[in-house]
Nanobody
Framework: QVQLVESGGGTVQAGDSLRLSCAAS????????VAWFRQTPGKEREFVAG????????DSADSVKGRFTASRDAAKTTVYQQMNSLKPEDTAVYYC??????????????????WGQGTQVTVSS
């Protein structure tokens, strides 16, 4: 069973960049699909971007396409989300999530069994 440890959130200005990290504790992401979700108060968790266990990227959400990119290190112990050209509407708590293998419905939060603790990203205008 893999545990997820997130880091990298913070407060930035519109147009800035941030990189979030999701580290696997007690294992690797070799056989896990890892995705990033975000949540704002009163709303459901929204899929953002992710990496399949095969290393292929999951198509990112339209709201972040071209700005956010998920990647994985060669050791398969950390998944990153590079966030560029941040906008105030990107303000949210960001979570990484993992599911064993994973071949379908990869943008649905309910299909992910393992979750990180969340990290706050605040973008000021």
């Amino acid at each position: 069973q893999v545990q997820l440890v997130e880091s990298g959130g913070g407060t930035v200005q519109a147009g800035d960049s941030l990189r979030l990290s999701c580290a696997a504790s007690g294992g690797t992401f070799l056989t896990y699909t890892v995705a990033w979700f975000r949540q704002t108060p009163g709303k459901e968790r929204e899929f953002v971007a992710g990496i399949k266990w095969s290393g292929d990227r999951i198509d990112s959400a339209d709201s972040v396409k071209g700005r956010f990119t998920a990647s994985r290190d060669a050791a398969k112990t950390t998944v990153y989300q590079q966030m560029n050209s941040l906008k105030p509407e990107d303000t949210a708590v960001y979570y990484c999530a993992a599911q064993k293998l994973g071949t379908s419905r990869l943008v649905t939060a309910a299909n992910y069994a393992y979750w990180g603790q969340g990290t706050q990203v605040t973008v000021s205008s």
